[in-house]
Nanobody, 121 residues
Framework: QVQLVESGGGLVQPGGSLRLSCGVS?????????MGWYRQAPGKERELVAS???????NYAGSVKGRFTISRDNAKNTVFLQMARLKPEDTAVYYC??????????????WGLGTQVTVSS
């Protein structure tokens, strides 16, 4: 398990852009494989926004595909989420997730505490 810290959230107008960052705080005992961003809006379940493997393969939720871009810096154990053409429905708390595959059948997940993104005029 690793300690994750998100940053970059804030208030932005519809159509605007925002860049989120998530990095490891402290040391890690196992290499991070997959990383991702999730979000949770009031009254809704937490959902996957985007994920990226250590090899660079990405996956996006249909609602953000084409607008958001996930990237990572493996050397720094940092993941980013570039958000563009933001909509009010993107308003949510965004959480960073990191996966460590200890064995082929043993995976450890870590979560950040979240950062608020509010899209409003």
């Amino acid at each position: 398990q690793v300690q994750l810290v998100e940053s970059g959230g804030g208030l932005v107008q519809p159509g605007g852009s925002l860049r989120l960052s998530c990095g490891v705080s402290g040391s890690i005992s196992s290499s991070i494989t997959n990383m991702g961003w999730y979000r949770q809006a009031p009254g809704k379940e937490r959902e996957l926004v985007a994920s990226i493997t250590n090899g660079g393969s990405t996956n996006y939720a249909g609602s953000v595909k084409g607008r958001f871009t996930i990237s990572r810096d493996n050397a720094k154990n940092t993941v980013f989420l570039q958000m563009a053409r933001l909509k009010p429905e993107d308003t949510a708390v965004y959480y960073c997730n990191a996966e460590q595959r200890l064995t082929p059948y043993k995976v450890l997940h870590s979560w950040g505490l979240g950062t608020q993104v509010t899209v409003s005029s």
